[in-house]
């Protein structure tokens, strides 16, 4: 859930509740997903100044995103920016959220490489949504990236595509965890059972 996301509004909660889904809420904006083995994340953490002329704020940043990611997927599905999502033709298959702060920003992407379409059913339909969508289910709304690429081929042109941007070099996550000297503390959270049905119990008074 986005950091402003309103359990009773956005999840099934009696059916969360039942079968334990683990819900968090994340310290970034944007809409509510389903998260497994089949979400593919891309992140962007970059300082102020990492991107020449880039003003930091939500549409330029999205409009900065979409330009690289046209790249990736140059003539494969009709691939477009509409509204805050990554869509092929009017089918959502990408999601986007951000922070800013004073001297730095990131953007990041939970791209529906698969799902299960049995967890669809943990989410509400939004009160808040894209015009684009037109009152269509979770389903008639939203596609899998697998049917247009391989993961791999995916992988690849990000990768390419970003080099266009910024030097890169891989590390691995030990690496990372090492070096860092000052504590982290995440904002990130779990919600806890009570703070769920608590949730649940308000919505229905």
């Known amino acids: 859930m986005g950091v402003s996301g309103k359990p ?19 310290f970034t904006g944007g809409g509510t997903v389903i998260v497994d083995h089949g979400t593919v994340f891309v992140t962007f953490i970059c300082n102020k100044e990492a991107v020449p002329n880039l003003q930091p704020y939500p549409r330029p940043i999205m409009s900065w995103s979409s330009s690289l990611y046209s790249k990736v997927f140059q003539g494969i599905g009709d691939f477009h920016l509409r509204e805050n999502d990554y869509v092929f033709g009017n089918h959502k298959f990408g999601g986007n959220a951000q922070s800013i702060t004073k001297n730095r920003w990131i953007h990041h992407t939970s791209f529906l490489w698969d799902f299960n379409v049995q967890n669809m059913s943990y989410l509400k339909h939004p009160k808040r949504a894209p015009a684009y969508r037109s009152a269509r289910s979770h389903l008639d709304f939203i596609c899998r990236m697998k049917d247009y ?9 990000t990768v390419d595509a970003t080099e266009t941007q910024f030097s890169l070099r891989p590390i691995q996550l030990e690496a990372i965890r090492t070096c860092t000297e000052a504590e982290f503390c995440p904002s990130s959270r779990f919600l806890t059972n009570e703070e769920l049905e608590a949730a649940a119990v308000a919505l229905q008074k």
């Open 8 to 26: 009773a509004e956005l999840l099934e909660i009696e059916s969360v509740l039942d079968d334990q889904v683990p819900v968090i809420r994340r």
């Open 149 to 157: 690429m391989p993961r791999s081929t995916f992988m690849d042109k």
